[in-house]
């Protein structure tokens, strides 16, 4: 993997945080806040000692990620090229660990499958129908997350899953309307479409005051919310 590869990949992951009928108005990327997106494809879980997390990865998070870097407008044709790289495929991180009585990470075993809006339910993609290229840009990633986030970037999993059902349609739209599933044992997490980041804020006919765009009513006054651009 190259120099320039490395760099873009250390300016995507940099910018990762993990916090522990009215029609939306969709955001253009240009103003899309990149950490509420990042903190929308993620949901955790914890249970006594047990700690569940799941990081859906859309392949938009790699452009918005890159919008304001300084080397975007030289190395277009590169970005592009590793963008499209991420977009052939539906990308899934976990993190399934225990605490245990000293204080250190138990790292458990993981049955990942995801299920689109029809109740379709996917398995991860046989490792030989992943490009080398792919494989490599995740080996490399997973090392970066885990300096990041220490014992917990340690317990890191990626799964690899197809973009696209049987029928042509994607598997997990971040703008589509219902809902996106990623099944972890028998734990199942829920992220609600279209991810908010994503849809304008709706104001509040009482107060002007915003909320989010994927409400349909206010949930002070229970006053039907209006979109900001009608």
Not at 191 to 218: A, H, I, Q, R
Request: with cysteine; net charge neutral.
């Amino acid at each position: 993997m190259n120099i320039l590869k490395q760099t873009l990949l250390c300016i995507c992951l940099f910018t990762i945080t993990f916090a522990f009928s009215q029609e939306e108005e969709i955001i253009p990327a240009k103003n899309i806040d990149l950490s509420a997106f990042i903190k929308d494809a993620q949901i955790m879980s914890k249970e006594k000692d047990a700690f569940k997390m799941v990081w859906w990865i859309p392949s938009k998070y790699w452009r918005l990620s890159l919008e304001d870097s300084n080397i975007v407008d030289s190395d277009r044709a590169y970005i592009d090229e590793m963008i499209d790289s991420f977009g052939k495929f539906t990308l899934v991180c976990i993190i399934n660990t225990e605490i245990n009585a000293y204080g250190s990470l138990d790292k458990k075993e993981s049955t990942v499958r995801i299920k689109d809006q029809k109740g379709t339910i996917y398995k991860p993609l046989d490792d030989s129908l992943v490009p080398e290229d792919f494989k490599m840009t995740l080996s490399i990633m997973k090392p970066m997350i885990s300096q990041m986030l220490g014992q917990f970037g340690e317990q890191l999993e990626f799964h690899v899953f197809p973009k696209k059902a049987k029928d042509g349609t994607l598997i997990a739209n971040p703008l589509s309307k219902g809902k996106f599933t990623v099944l972890l044992n028998k734990k199942e997490f829920d992220f609600m479409l279209p991810l908010s980041s994503m849809v304008e804020k709706k104001v509040c006919p009482e107060d002007d005051k915003l909320f989010n765009g994927t409400w349909n009513f206010c949930p002070i006054h229970g006053k039907k919310l209006k979109l900001q651009t009608k």
